[in-house]
């Protein structure tokens, strides 16, 4: 499984973004997906996911009420809508498909990962 990520680049604070992440393959459908990000110089943390279905989602707690996730079943495409932005959400986002159909806020269970897309929020 092929993951392509976009619609990131260059927003002002307080601006929007939505990010999406399409899959090659149509078996990415029955699966869970998430997004997760990584600041330079920090780890890799978890940004939010959904269930196969989208009938669960997932946030951090960091982005709960600013972010939403959501995807598009036929189109294998899972999307991040970001709002409100801070600086402090500048970021190289990833997008990833899990091993199972739940959403999940770890890592350690997801099997494919994008390249990513970068969001910049000026102050």
């Known amino acids: 499984v092929q993951l392509q990520a976009s619609g990131g680049g260059l927003v002002q604070a307080g601006g929007s973004l939505r990010l999406s992440c399409a899959a090659s393959?149509?078996?990415?459908?029955?699966?869970?997906m998430g997004w997760f990000r990584q600041a330079p110089g920090k780890e890799r943390e978890f940004v939010a996911a959904?269930?196969?279905?989208?009938?669960?989602?997932v946030y951090a707690d960091s982005v709960k009420g600013r972010f939403t996730i959501s995807r598009e079943y036929a189109k294998s495409t899972v999307y991040l809508q970001l709002s409100s932005l801070k600086p402090e959400d500048t970021a190289l986002y990833y997008c990833?498909?899990?091993?199972?159909?739940?959403?999940?806020?770890?890592?350690?269970?997801?099997?494919?990962w994008g390249q990513g897309t970068q969001v910049t929020v000026s102050s």
């Open positions: 990833a498909v899990g091993y199972r159909s739940s959403a999940s806020a770890d890592s350690i269970q997801y099997a494919y």
């Open positions: 393959k149509r078996t990415a459908s029955n699966n869970g």
């Open positions: 959904i269930s196969w279905n989208g009938g669960r989602t």
